[in-house]
């Protein structure tokens, strides 16, 4: 192994010779050798992090893995393909999971290339279709300059609720409970009142709140006002990611393994008036998902 003095090393990294020796100090070089007061490191030994810095926050990190992305080559058109349909069988599979949909991940990818799954219901089937289908309506209006409105969420649920069609696209005209949920969804005369009122909040919000806590924050409410008589969640969920497009960020895939933690936030809303499990488990995904585009071009992520 290649040795080089602690004042090159330091020079390296941008960081004093006083500041380089503390750290060796505390052994926070792995393979530094002393010859008498003199400390030796290994030429590619890598900059310590300085613990005497505040850690990033999670919005942090997801700020500089993005900037990162932007620096470096663009995905080729296999790459982006590959992580296209490999999130397309995921995401599917989990959020129809979510709502009772039996078909495996597996059994998911099977239905979306046209096979039938013995001995599981056509409804599984036409909902992963539905579903694939919505998410790509989803990606194609994410490029286009339109907001988000009534008619757009109308369509999104339309795909989604694909084999109902005399549900499909259409507000409920009946109340509905959510079991064991802490909120009640409103009457059906005030939804779509309360639809354009979320509306025209969210764009108010954009003005001031951070993206995903925004997004997080719209994702509680619309699924609060539930305005659909089925396929609320599946929706909900799409319009969450149609969001996250536009504003720079991957799609996310919440996971059934995960889903009392993501009810668990909708409780903690409904039940404290706190959106923080919300945005954390969003910002979490993004998180994740940003660590995946850099690994496919070859960047750890930490």
């Known amino acids: 192994m290649e040795y080089i003095k602690l004042a090159k090393a330091a020079e390296k990294w941008g960081i004093s010779a006083r500041r380089a020796r503390v750290l060796c100090a505390e052994g926070k070089i792995p393979g530094t050798i002393k010859k008498g007061k003199l400390y030796m490191v290994p030429e590619n030994a890598q900059k310590p992090r300085d613990g005497r810095l505040k850690a990033p926050t999670l919005f942090e990190k997801i700020e500089q893995k993005r900037e990162l992305l932007s620096t470096l080559r663009p995905l080729t058109q296999g790459e982006v393909e590959c992580l296209r349909e490999e999130f397309m069988v995921e995401f599917t599979y989990n959020s129809n999971a979510i709502e009772g949909n039996t078909l495996t991940l597996k059994e998911t990818a099977m239905a979306l290339e046209g096979m039938t799954i013995d001995q599981k219901p056509l409804k599984d089937h036409m909902e992963a279709i539905g579903h694939r289908d919505a998410f790509l309506f989803v990606q194609d209006i994410a490029t286009k300059e339109l907001p988000l409105t009534e ?93 996250l497009i536009r504003n720079g960020y991957p799609p996310i895939n919440v996971k059934f393994a995960d889903r009392k933690k993501y009810y668990d936030a909708f409780d903690e809303y409904y039940k404290n008036g706190k959106a923080n499990k919300m945005t954390e488990l969003i910002a979490g995904y993004v998180n994740e998902r940003l660590g995946d585009y850099l690994r496919v071009l070859g960047v750890a992520d930490e």
């Not at 949920?181 to 005030?190: G, K, N, R, S, W």
């Not at 003005?207 to 539930?226: D, K, S, V, W």
Request: hydrophobic letters at 40%; glycine letters at 6%; aromatic letters at 6%.
């Open 151 to 243: 008619s757009i969420i109308k369509q999104i649920h339309s795909l989604v609720l694909i084999d109902r069609p005399d549900d499909k696209g259409v507000f409920r005209r009946i109340p509905v409970r959510i079991m064991g949920a802490f909120t009640e969804p409103v009457q059906p005369y005030l939804i779509e009142p309360k639809i354009t009122e979320l509306l025209l909040e969210n764009e108010k919000r954009t003005q001031t709140m951070n993206p995903i806590e925004r997004i997080a924050l719209f994702h509680l409410e619309f699924e609060g006002i539930h305005p659909f008589i089925d396929g609320n969640g599946r929706t909900g969920r799409l319009i969450l990611n149609l969001d």
